[in-house]
């Protein structure tokens, strides 16, 4: 039987997308319900294998995951994932027995982000979810801004080459921060530049199509003048004549 | 009839299903369903590994639906097994299995209750 996803309550910058691993259907079930609730997607996997592998092909936003599970633990999970640079800033929390805190101040050693205990309270993995997607979505907003920068560190580079192109600072320029601010007058500005150089090198080809009928006309007016021109059309003048008078 | 379960833990797995009655009624059901599959595994078990990893599974459903009773012996057995300490292993899962009838009434009466066809499923 399917289990319904209930009305969902999305929090602030909507549900994420969270990764429940256990080998108990019982846990899985609980987790799938009072995340959708939350307006939360899930995906189920029932030990540390199936979750890697997941991981693999999908994209997650927090994993929640038990400790003690067959095939691959918690323990192991973790140290997988942290151990992966495509996965270690992926927020994990990991699920503890309230026996088991040990375990779980060693896993936050590991680098996982939280831990919730079990039997589970629905107010405690609410606030440690949504907390953990704020602050994926914040490191993930940082990326995005760096990696953004890096265009507009480029676009100079391409600038002083001559191979800036204005369409590819257009993401950047479309923020509506400092950032896209900066994007937008180097764009501009480039484009202006750009424009004055344009209008610089038709005024020069210009330029230099007067002169080179300048200096046609001059060799012209050189060859007009000289004596070998005039005898030259004194003779064509004297030859048209005898023309004329032979008809 | 005596009450087996905490309350509170079961106020607090409705709670987790956001009141959905159904829903509530399917989670107890699997508990019955997973808890005989961790007593089977728990009686079959040849090496402390396994024990200890039965006994953990049981404990955490056992807490979950406040079988607090069974949740300690679970507790107890699967720290022995991970110590190695699992000599008297039989009479203890048999103790379990003792408990896990009277969680078993506990969440039969419990789903039936909330199945709307009164505590004992008329």
């Known amino acids: 039987m399917r289990l319904p996803v209930v009305a969902p309550m999305a929090p602030d910058g909507g549900g994420g997308r969270v990764l429940v691993v256990d080998d108990g259907e019982m846990n899985r079930r609980v987790l799938h319900a ?24 999908e994209s997650f936003d927090v994993v929640l995951l038990d400790l003690v599970m067959p095939e691959m633990d918690g323990f192991e999970t973790l140290a997988a994932i942290k151990a992966n640079d495509a996965h270690r800033h992926l927020p994990v929390i990991v699920i503890s027995g309230i026996d088991e805190l040990d375990a779980a101040v060693r896993c936050i050693e590991m680098g996982a982000t939280d831990y919730l205990p079990k039997p589970f309270n629905a107010s405690l993995l609410r606030a440690r979810v949504n907390a953990s997607l704020a602050g994926k979505r914040l490191r993930d907003l940082e990326l995005e801004y760096l ?16 191979t800036f192109e204005p369409a590819s600072l257009e993401a950047v320029g479309a923020r509506d921060d400092a950032l896209g601010v900066l994007a937008r007058t180097f764009a501009r500005m480039a484009s202006e530049v750009r424009a004055r150089e344009d209008r610089l090198r038709a005024e020069v080809a210009e330029l230099r199509i007067e002169i080179d009928e300048a200096r046609q006309a001059r060799r012209v007016e050189e060859i007009t003048s000289s004596d070998y021109f005039r005898e030259l059309r004194d003779r064509a003048s004297d030859l048209r004549r005898i023309v004329a008078s032979d008809d | 009839m005596p009450e087996p379960l905490e309350r509170t833990a079961l106020d607090e797995l409705r709670a987790m299903t956001g009141g959905d009655a159904a829903l509530y009624v399917e989670l107890l059901d699997t508990f019955l369903t997973d808890a005989d599959l961790y007593l089977g595994e728990l009686r079959a078990a040849t090496d402390a590994v396994t024990l200890a990893r039965a006994a953990h599974s049981l404990k955490s459903n056992a807490m979950t639906v406040g079988a607090t009773e069974l949740a300690a012996h679970c507790r107890a057995l699967e720290a022995d097994a991970r110590a190695g300490d699992v000599a008297d292993r039989e009479p203890r899962v048999e103790a379990i299995g003792a408990l896990l009838l009277v969680a078993r009434s506990g969440v039969v009466h419990e789903r039936n209750a909330v199945a709307g066809g009164g505590p004992d499923g008329a």
């Open chain 1, 34 to 57: 009072a995340l959708a609730r939350e307006g939360h997607e899930t995906q189920e996997a029932a030990n540390g294998r199936e979750a890697l592998e997941l991981l693999a092909h």
């Open chain 1, 147 to 162: 990696e953004q920068v890096q265009h507009v560190i480029a676009a100079a580079g391409a600038l002083e080459a001559g």
